[in-house]
């Protein structure tokens, strides 16, 4: 499966850990991962959940061949069901990033409470270069965390950023040597414990109340012309370049 789970010390673990392919991201993945920030936000014994890579990745973002074999085609697709289940988790989640964030490796980050990154960290979100567009609210929550030149950097350039950036813009709350970030993503996640848990949820709920309705609205907005994008054909010689190793070209393409 790829993900691992468990719950210790009252912090709810979804660890990617598929590093032979670069914790790329397939369907299955996905489903775990939903599942179990589903059981966290119910499970009363937890107080916080941790999303964390491996030691030199975090994720590259999804798996090509496993995406392009079964395209999300709708809302119930289990990327959609992830990216609801995150947005909606009514407990803090901390990230624990080393290493790579590629696409959705990044744009997750921007749902979390709390970001720790390592300072070899490199995060990128290269949609366009894909033939693709933004995902996960991304071209709603970036520009507001960055203002839109730099976002249009990230998003249209699909420039790399490094950890020190991230914190720059206030993606991120601090750089740390790789060695530390994941133990000190879980001593922050488990300072829940000493804290009154109604009250921590209520007060999550309150900080996003006045955004969540509008991140739902651009994950749905974004999903259907990514959809569309997937099928065009500048997506497939995007592709196509992605397997064949090589450039693709845009030239022919108004």
């Given at each position: 499966?790829?993900?691992?789970?468990?719950?210790?010390?009252?912090?709810?673990?979804?660890?990617?850990?598929?590093?032979?392919?670069?914790?790329?991201?397939?369907?299955?993945?996905?489903?775990?991962?939903?599942?179990?920030?589903?059981?966290?936000?119910?499970?009363?014994?937890?107080?916080?959940?941790?999303?964390?890579?491996?030691?030199?990745?975090?994720?590259?973002?999804n798996d090509i061949e496993d995406f392009m074999?079964?395209?999300?085609?709708?809302?119930?697709?289990?990327?959609?069901?992830?990216?609801?289940?995150?947005?909606?988790?009514?407990?803090?989640?901390?990230?624990?990033?080393?290493?790579?964030?590629?696409?959705?490796?990044?744009?997750?980050?921007?749902?979390?409470?709390?970001?720790?990154?390592?300072?070899?960290?490199?995060?990128?979100?290269?949609?366009?270069?894909?033939?693709?567009?933004?995902?996960?609210?991304?071209?709603?929550?970036?520009?507001?965390?960055?203002?839109?030149?730099?976002?249009?950097?990230?998003?249209?350039?699909?420039d790399p950023f490094t950890g020190a950036e991230?914190?720059?813009?206030?993606?991120?709350?601090?750089?740390?040597?790789?060695?530390?970030?994941?133990?000190?993503?879980?001593?922050?996640?488990?300072?829940?414990?000493?804290?009154?848990?109604?009250?921590?949820?209520?007060?999550?709920?309150?900080?996003?109340?006045?955004?969540?309705?509008?991140?739902?609205?651009?994950?749905?907005?974004?999903?259907?012309?990514?959809?569309?994008?997937?099928?065009?054909?500048?997506?497939?010689?995007?592709?196509?370049?992605?397997?064949?190793?090589?450039?693709?070209?845009?030239?022919?393409f108004e």
């Amino acid at each position: 499966m790829s993900i691992k789970t468990a719950i210790v010390n009252g912090v709810a673990t979804i660890e990617i850990a598929r590093p032979e392919k670069k914790n790329a991201l397939t369907r299955v993945m996905y489903q775990a991962m939903t599942d179990a920030l589903v059981a966290a936000n119910t499970d009363k014994s937890v107080r916080a959940v941790l999303i964390q890579g491996q030691p030199n990745i975090f994720t590259s973002g999804n798996d090509i061949e496993d995406f392009m074999g079964s395209p999300p085609r709708d809302e119930e697709a289990p990327v959609f069901q992830f990216m609801r289940a995150l947005v909606t988790c009514e407990k803090p989640v901390v990230a624990a990033v080393n290493g790579a964030a590629i696409g959705i490796g990044t744009t997750m980050l921007l749902h979390c409470d709390f970001v720790f990154v390592a300072d070899d960290a490199r995060l990128a979100m290269p949609f366009v270069a894909l033939g693709l567009v933004p995902e996960f609210a991304s071209s709603l929550v970036v520009p507001r965390l960055m203002g839109h030149v730099k976002a249009a950097e990230k998003l249209l350039l699909g420039d790399p950023f490094t950890g020190a950036e991230a914190v720059e813009c206030g993606m991120a709350n601090a750089v740390l040597p790789p060695a530390e970030v994941v133990s000190h993503a879980r001593r922050v996640a488990e300072r829940f414990n000493n804290l009154a848990p109604s009250a921590v949820r209520e007060s999550k709920r309150l900080m996003r109340s006045h955004t969540t309705a509008q991140v739902m609205e651009t994950i749905q907005v974004e999903a259907e012309i990514f959809g569309a994008r997937l099928r065009s054909p500048e997506a497939t010689e995007a592709f196509q370049a992605f397997f064949q190793k090589r450039q693709p070209d845009f030239s022919k393409f108004e």
